[in-house]
């Protein structure tokens, strides 16, 4: 079974800096994808960014780039240029490729609290 | 905002009822899955509907079922509700084809309390 760890319960940046979101994640398969989702106090779950596990290129969405390294199965986020709209709940998920009796499950991790300090 | 939206928004039940949930999946999408969201803690995958058809189960047990419409909406049904089902329910829609990886798009949730 697949498992995704996010080993920063909570992290906080300054307006207009960097973070960076750490996330991990384990599993036997080649081919699967990788996304972040941010979950802001209103409890709606939104994409931020998406990558395919056989793409060497790192995804990029205006702000939010990742830093995927598929051999040592890690999967961070990066934000740039912070805003205060930016303060949410990160989880980071993982999606099988394969087909299966969990087919189209995503697997999600813990969570990170991302503070944005005016 | 997602085009998917869940009903109700929040709902009380007792220990032992039963409580149905629905979502609309987002125009253009084919498939639900929908995931349980208990506090602090990152959802869990129940199960996945597509072509009207249960076709991905997580670590759930039996009373939880589900149904998926000719429209593509659906419904969760949680019988003989247990205190620990009291969680955020996530639905998600997305538009399967063969080989995608598509992505989920989420709604806004119920939150539901079993007393």
């Known amino acids: 079974a697949q498992t995704v760890t996010q080993s920063q319960p909570e992290m906080s940046v300054q307006e207009a800096e960097t973070v960076t979101l750490s996330c991990t994640y384990d599993?036997?398969?080649?081919?699967?994808?990788l996304f972040w989702y941010k979950q802001p106090p209103s409890r709606q779950m939104i994409l931020v960014i998406r990558q395919e596990a056989y793409k060497q290129q790192n995804a990029t969405e205006n702000r939010f780039s990742v830093n995927f390294q598929k051999a040592a199965k890690s999967f961070s986020l990066k934000i740039s240029d912070s805003q205060l709209g930016d303060a949410a709940m990160y989880f980071c998920?993982?999606?099988?490729?394969?087909?299966?009796?969990?087919?189209?499950?995503?697997?999600f991790g813990q969570g990170t609290i991302l503070t944005v300090h005016p | 905002e997602t085009g998917v939206t869940q009903s109700p928004t929040h709902l009380i039940k007792t220990r032992g009822q039963q409580v149905t949930l629905r979502c609309s999946s987002q125009s253009g999408h084919n498939t639900v899955s929908w995931y349980q969201q208990a506090l602090g803690q990152g959802p869990q995958f129940i199960f996945q509907y597509y072509r009207e058809e249960e076709n991905g189960r997580g670590n759930f047990p039996p009373r939880f079922s589900g149904l998926q419409f000719p429209n593509y909406s659906s419904e969760l049904n949680v019988n003989a509700l247990e205190l620990d089902d009291s969680a955020l329910y996530l639905c998600a829609s997305s538009r399967q084809s063969r080989g995608s990886g598509e992505t989920q798009y989420f709604g806004p949730g119920t939150r539901l309390l079993v007393l």
């Open positions: 998920a993982y999606r099988s490729a394969m087909g299966g009796t969990s087919y189209g499950k995503l697997t």
């Open positions: 599993t036997s398969e080649s081919d699967y994808y």
